[in-house]
């Protein structure tokens, strides 16, 4: 190890910087965030630290460092140019035990700067020793994109909660284990989401139920998570941490393998997928095997693809959750007309072609289309299809029977996002056979409206 990790509280303390740049505003900033006290030695200053100055935030001396600066300080900072004066203050403070650090300059530093991840009150400091200081940015921000925002707020609930915990279950072990539910369970959820209200109350029952039997037992619950059309960088963050923590997860065909891999691998796996005709599980026994993995207290992946509440029947398959009492959380994900439209190069509406869009299912029951065909062809409206591939030559007979015209542009986005994208574009009367020719086996939508025209321009993903 170079060097020791250490939080200080510098509250109060006096803490020197010398540099009047925007470098030496961070420091300052960063200082005063953590209630230090500022002495700022510098001629002249930027914006930001002058205005720090006209707050009486920090007490500056507008002339050149001298030695006596150094007196009574815990902490040094130098962010200057002037090399000669970085060596200066650097040496006299060593010689007088101040930790000193210089900017950019590792060779002088008797403490340096971590990257820091602030969740306040959780913090995360990452240090390469000063050997890499853009790993460090790196691996920062992929901690950025990993840890929730809500992470402070989870800090200072569980802080603010310490006592009762303490009272309702005096056995420790007992509170470990609760503890550890408390992190990874919904109330923790609900807390990352916001909901402190829902938290708190969930948090009385807890403890009212745990001091009555002196036993924490772990609550399951159930997440809904979209998946987005294919492309894994398309999760949320949200997604990614409950994949992260699922005990087990339910997922269907649409949900490729680049996204499976990206749950905890100690997850069971469940197949629920249905194809065209081939039902896997039932939507209600779908329900049933969530309700029953939930209350023997896993925390459950419902992964679907797209958006769970867009042609996904999510709404249906976490309706039995709720009368059963059983917490979930829905998440959204990108749906594969957004996703596919992007991938394309195909805005869904455009000031010039469309000011409303209209999303429609293609599914056909006992081989009919039972749609409002009058409001799926006006001027101005863009039509995006799902699950419209099996019935696309009924689909484009029927919109031109009710009175689109035949060379309306139309495109439609095979496996939208992924790899493997393909996309065709031929005026509506066209459509069926030029995509019968290209073989599509899908997914699929087919997309409707002048907006197609823009692909031409637009179109971006290879
Ligand atoms: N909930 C999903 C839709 C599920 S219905 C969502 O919000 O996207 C399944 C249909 O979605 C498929 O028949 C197809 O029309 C469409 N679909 C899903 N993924 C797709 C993709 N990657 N490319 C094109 N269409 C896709």
Redesign the pocket.
């Known amino acids: 190890m170079t060097h020791l990790p250490i939080f200080m509280d510098i509250k109060g303390r006096q803490v020197l910087v010398v540099g009047g740049g925007e470098l030496a505003a961070r420091k300052v900033e960063m200082i005063l965030k953590a209630e230090g006290r500022v002495r700022l030695v510098a001629d002249s200053l930027c914006l930001a630290l002058e205005e720090l100055v006209d707050l009486k935030a920090v007490e500056h001396h507008a002339r050149a460092f001298d030695a006596d600066d150094l007196v009574g300080c815990l902490l040094v900072f130098v962010a200057t140019d002037d090399e000669e004066l970085c060596k200066r203050v650097a040496k006299q403070a060593t010689e007088a035990d101040i930790l000193v650090n210089v900017v950019d300059q590792f060779d002088l530093c008797t403490f340096i700067m971590p990257a820091i991840v602030n969740r306040s009150p959780v913090m995360v400091a990452v240090s390469t020793g000063g050997e890499a200081p853009i790993l460090s940015r790196v691996v920062k921000s992929q901690l950025e994109t990993f840890l929730p925002t809500g992470l402070g707020l989870l800090a200072d609930f569980a802080g603010a909660s310490r006592d009762r915990v303490k009272a309702a279950i005096p056995d420790g072990s007992l509170r470990l284990r609760f503890w550890e539910n408390f992190i990874h369970g919904p109330i923790a959820e609900y807390v990352l989401a916001g909901q402190s209200e829902a938290a708190g109350n969930l948090l009385d029952e807890t403890l009212t139920k745990a001091s009555r039997d002196q036993g924490v037992e772990s609550q399951g619950e159930v997440y809904l998570v979209?998946a987005g059309?294919?492309d894994p960088d398309l999760l949320t963050f949200r997604a990614m941490r409950l994949m992260q923590q699922a005990d087990v997860v339910l997922h269907d065909r649409?949900v490729p393998a680049e996204i499976l891999d990206l749950v905890r691998r100690d997850a069971e796996r469940v197949f629920v997928g249905k194809r065209r005709g081939d039902h896997a599980m039932r939507q209600e026994e779908i329900g049933q095997l969530m309700i029953r993995l939930a209350k023997e207290g896993k925390r459950v992946l419902r992964l679907?693809?797209?958006?769970?509440f867009?042609?996904?029947r999510g709404g249906e398959e976490i309706d039995a959750l709720s009368s059963e009492g059983i917490h979930f959380q829905v998440v959204p994900?990108v749906?594969?007309a957004n996703?596919?439209a992007s991938y394309a190069g195909i805005p869904l509406t455009h000031r010039d072609h469309a000011q409303s869009c209209i999303f429609i299912t293609g599914h056909a029951k006992d081989d009919k289309l039972d749609l409002d065909w009058d409001k799926l062809i006006r001027p101005s409206q863009t039509l995006v299809v799902?699950?419209?591939l099996y019935s696309l030559p009924m689909l484009c007979e029927k919109l031109i029977g009710h009175g689109a015209d035949a060379n309306t542009p139309a495109a439609v986005?095979?496996?939208?996002?992924?790899k493997n994208q393909q996309v065709i574009t031929a005026p509506l009367g066209e459509l069926a056979d030029a995509v019968a020719k290209a073989e599509f086996l899908?997914?699929?939508?087919v997309i409707v409206g002048s907006v197609v025209t823009l692909r031409e321009r637009l179109s971006w993903f290879k």
């Not at 986005?413 to 992924?418: A, E, I, L, P």
């Not at 899908?442 to 939508?445: K, N």
């Open positions: 979209g059309p294919g649409l679907k693809s797209g958006d769970p867009v042609f996904g994900g749906t594969a996703g596919c799902y699950m419209g986005v095979d496996n939208g996002t992924r899908g997914p699929a939508v």
